[in-house]
């Protein structure tokens, strides 16, 4: 490959000429945690386990555990800032290396043995750390070097031995004042999505039972079982001589489609016309809740015609009583008092004769019309709030890659 005007070639592929590549080893050392007997735990000082370093970028000292230490014991593993904590041992191997920065200073604060500490000798912008150790490649790198045994593991040397590519250190700064920004758009993104949550299962308690009113609308709900506005309908399995799953015609519904969207019109698998025949059909509209296994208490809609297995009670209501998504409100509201029906059991269950038995509040249909477009119209707007977020997200990911590897170089002044 001919050179590439101000770039040079280097163990981890070109770079630009100023920027250079050191083994971590050559730019700081290792500290594996402080292990404790167990009644050591619970009482003493702050100390930073695993999972306050899982999934974040930088350590959140406001909630830490406690553990019994010495001074001897902060000496050997006291935490300082600009230090990063690297997961030595994770049951998943997506887990192992996963790095956060000690952002702040701190005081009488030790770590986990399950955690290594790297602490490097000025090298490294402590803003860019956040972002260097969780680039795609280095994490690649990582990863190939990990062992697996009970759990994914990476030692000293073997983190020792990973290179970095190191741009100087103007240029480092600004890399990581431009990420944060799209950091702080993502966090504000998640701030407004749990505040629409909150305010939607706030409303959704108000609305739903009755304790807030629409002007207009007067005169007390009705209590009614299940059985009386609807028909419940149980799915089945296919026969089991048939081939079950294959493209074919019918959209086929489990448990593990459920919660996650509020009307299901795709999944994974779809049922052949012959393995139909002995199922039943779930029209367009029916309110879906799983009834059984520890996924109880899930509700979605039927966005098409489709079919379910036995797991899956499908609740086709009276249109001119109870509104499908008034229903599906209601539900999705009083989840976890159906899930206490189901009993302790270690498959729990909620038979269809006391499902169809459970009462529900209903207003007039106007006023389940006048709560679903509240309810809808709010779930709307956190939707486009997540679908932002993930362009955020998408975003910071390509900045990343792109500004890490020195692939668009940033203005330093």
């Known amino acids: 490959m001919n050179k590439k005007p101000g770039y040079k070639k280097t163990k981890l592929g070109w770079i630009p000429e100023e920027w250079e590549v050191k083994k971590m080893l050559e730019i700081g050392w290792f500290k594996n945690g402080m292990n404790k007997e167990k009644e050591d735990y619970g009482s003493g000082l702050p100390f930073v386990n695993l999972m306050d370093v899982f999934d974040t970028t930088t350590v959140d000292f406001n909630d830490l555990g406690l553990v019994e230490t010495n001074p001897s014991d902060i000496e050997k593993y006291g ?141 007390e709900w009705k209590s009614k079982p299940i059985k009386s506005f609807s028909n419940v309908v149980t799915g089945s399995t296919p026969r089991t001589n048939e081939p079950k799953f294959y493209e074919g015609d019918y959209l086929f519904v489990s448990p593990s489609d459920m919660g996650n969207v509020k009307y299901i019109k795709i999944t994974e698998k779809t049922l052949t016309k012959e393995g139909f025949e002995d199922g039943r059909k779930i029209p367009k509209g029916a309110t879906l809740f799983v009834s059984i296994g520890s996924t109880i208490g899930k509700t ?23 509104l499908n998504e008034f229903f599906y409100y209601q539900l999705s509201r009083i989840s976890e008092r159906i899930k206490l029906l189901a009993g302790k059991q270690a498959v729990p269950i909620l038979n ?21 477009i509240i309810l809808s119209g709010l779930e709307n707007e956190i939707e486009v709030a997540k679908k932002i977020k993930q362009v955020y997200q998408k975003q910071k990911k390509g900045l990343k890659q792109q500004l890490l590897t020195g692939k668009t170089r940033v203005g330093v002044s």
């Open 79 to 219: 935490l300082k800032k600009g230090d990063v904590l690297f997961v030595r041992s994770s049951v998943k191997p997506s887990g192992v290396g996963l790095a956060a920065l000690v952002d702040q200073d701190v005081e009488n604060v030790t770590y986990s043995g399950f955690i290594i500490r790297f602490r490097e000798k000025g090298f490294l912008d402590n803003g860019y750390k956040k972002y260097c150790f969780n680039e795609p490649s280095f994490r690649y790198r990582l990863k190939s070097k990990s062992t697996t045994s009970a759990n994914t593991n990476i030692n000293q040397q073997s983190l020792g031995s990973l290179r970095v590519s190191l741009p100087p250190l103007p240029e480092q700064k600004k890399i990581a004042e431009i990420l944060s920004i799209w950091d702080e758009a993502i966090q504000k993104t998640e701030a407004l999505i749990q505040k629409k949550e909150q305010l939607k299962k706030g409303l959704m308690q108000q609305l739903l039972t009755g304790k807030t009113r629409f002007d207009g609308f007067e005169g």
């Open 300 to 322: 979605a809609i039927a966005g098409v015609d489709l079919t379910t297995n036995q797991q899956i009670h499908a609740i086709i209501t009276g249109e001119n009583i109870c």
């Open 352 to 372: 269809k004769s006391n499902f169809q038995s459970l009462r529900v509040s209903l207003p007039s249909i106007k006023e389940q019309e006048k709560i679903v």
